[in-house]
Protein backbone atom coordinates (compact mmCIF):
# COMPACT_ATOMS: atom_id res chain seq x y z
CA UNK A 1 0.00 0.00 0.00
CA UNK A 2 1.56 3.89 -0.79
CA UNK A 3 1.94 6.11 2.26
CA UNK A 4 -1.05 7.99 0.92
CA UNK A 5 -3.39 4.82 1.41
CA UNK A 6 -1.33 4.64 5.17
CA UNK A 7 -2.38 7.55 5.81
CA UNK A 8 -5.87 7.21 4.67
CA UNK A 9 -5.98 4.89 7.44
CA UNK A 10 -4.38 6.24 10.25
CA UNK A 11 -6.38 9.12 9.63
CA UNK A 12 -9.88 7.13 9.48
CA UNK A 13 -8.74 5.52 12.64
CA UNK A 14 -8.05 8.92 14.33
CA UNK A 15 -11.06 10.89 13.48
CA UNK A 16 -13.37 7.50 14.04
CA UNK A 17 -12.62 7.89 17.87
CA UNK A 18 -12.05 11.32 18.36
CA UNK A 19 -16.21 11.78 19.28
CA UNK A 20 -15.75 9.32 21.93
CA UNK A 21 -12.40 10.61 23.42
CA UNK A 22 -13.64 14.19 24.26
CA UNK A 23 -16.66 16.46 24.83
CA UNK A 24 -15.97 18.74 22.04
CA UNK A 25 -18.18 19.11 19.13
CA UNK A 26 -16.14 17.87 16.41
CA UNK A 27 -12.98 17.90 18.49
CA UNK A 28 -12.55 21.58 19.27
CA UNK A 29 -15.52 23.38 19.63
CA UNK A 30 -16.92 23.66 22.89
CA UNK A 31 -20.29 24.99 22.45
CA UNK A 32 -22.27 25.42 26.46
CA UNK A 33 -25.81 23.98 24.58
CA UNK A 34 -24.05 20.97 23.57
CA UNK A 35 -22.48 20.19 27.07
CA UNK A 36 -25.03 21.29 29.36
CA UNK A 37 -25.54 18.06 30.90
CA UNK A 38 -20.99 18.11 31.01
CA UNK A 39 -21.13 15.03 28.68
CA UNK A 40 -22.34 14.73 24.71
CA UNK A 41 -25.20 13.05 24.03
CA UNK A 42 -24.85 9.94 21.81
CA UNK A 43 -26.78 11.57 18.92
CA UNK A 44 -24.22 14.37 18.48
CA UNK A 45 -21.23 11.33 18.57
CA UNK A 46 -23.32 9.52 15.80
CA UNK A 47 -23.78 12.78 13.48
CA UNK A 48 -19.79 13.92 14.50
CA UNK A 49 -19.04 10.02 13.32
CA UNK A 50 -21.20 10.43 9.58
CA UNK A 51 -19.16 14.04 9.50
CA UNK A 52 -15.83 12.82 9.91
CA UNK A 53 -16.12 9.58 7.20
CA UNK A 54 -17.50 12.19 4.90
CA UNK A 55 -14.13 14.16 5.56
CA UNK A 56 -11.91 11.25 5.19
CA UNK A 57 -13.90 10.17 2.33
CA UNK A 58 -13.39 13.57 0.32
CA UNK A 59 -9.96 13.48 1.11
CA UNK A 60 -9.56 10.04 -0.31
CA UNK A 61 -11.49 10.93 -3.44
CA UNK A 62 -8.46 13.84 -3.45
CA UNK A 63 -5.16 12.04 -3.25
CA UNK A 64 -7.26 9.08 -5.31
CA UNK A 65 -7.38 12.23 -8.28
CA UNK A 66 -4.74 13.43 -7.86
CA UNK A 67 -2.44 9.86 -8.30
CA UNK A 68 -4.28 8.94 -11.15
CA UNK A 69 -8.01 7.82 -12.49
CA UNK A 70 -10.84 7.99 -10.27
CA UNK A 71 -12.67 4.93 -10.03
CA UNK A 72 -16.57 5.28 -9.99
CA UNK A 73 -18.31 3.62 -6.99
CA UNK A 74 -21.75 2.72 -6.08
CA UNK A 75 -23.71 2.26 -3.30
CA UNK A 76 -22.54 -1.20 -2.09
CA UNK A 77 -18.60 0.31 -1.61
CA UNK A 78 -20.10 3.42 0.60
CA UNK A 79 -21.85 0.63 2.91
CA UNK A 80 -18.48 -1.21 3.32
CA UNK A 81 -16.34 1.93 4.31
CA UNK A 82 -18.90 3.07 6.59
CA UNK A 83 -19.35 -0.42 7.92
CA UNK A 84 -15.12 -0.51 8.72
CA UNK A 85 -15.32 3.03 10.12
CA UNK A 86 -17.67 2.21 12.68
CA UNK A 87 -15.72 -0.70 13.51
CA UNK A 88 -12.62 1.13 13.61
CA UNK A 89 -14.94 3.39 16.21
CA UNK A 90 -15.28 0.63 18.29
CA UNK A 91 -11.96 0.83 20.97
CA UNK A 92 -13.21 4.94 21.14
CA UNK A 93 -16.74 3.65 21.81
CA UNK A 94 -15.89 1.06 24.61
CA UNK A 95 -13.89 3.42 26.39
CA UNK A 96 -16.59 6.04 26.44
CA UNK A 97 -19.49 3.83 27.55
CA UNK A 98 -18.32 0.12 28.08
CA UNK A 99 -15.13 1.02 30.68
CA UNK A 100 -16.12 1.56 34.29
CA UNK A 101 -15.02 4.61 36.23
Same mark, same amino acid.
Given at each position: ?54 ? $????? /? *??? +??? %?? @? !? ?7 ? $????? /? *??? +??? %?? @? !? ?6
Amino acid at each position: MSAAGWFIVGLAVLLANLPFLNQRVLGCLPLPWVLAAKRKRIGWRLLELLVFYLV $VGALS /F *LLE +ARA %GN @V !FAQGWPFYT $VTFCF /F *LVL +AFP %GF @V !FCYLMKR
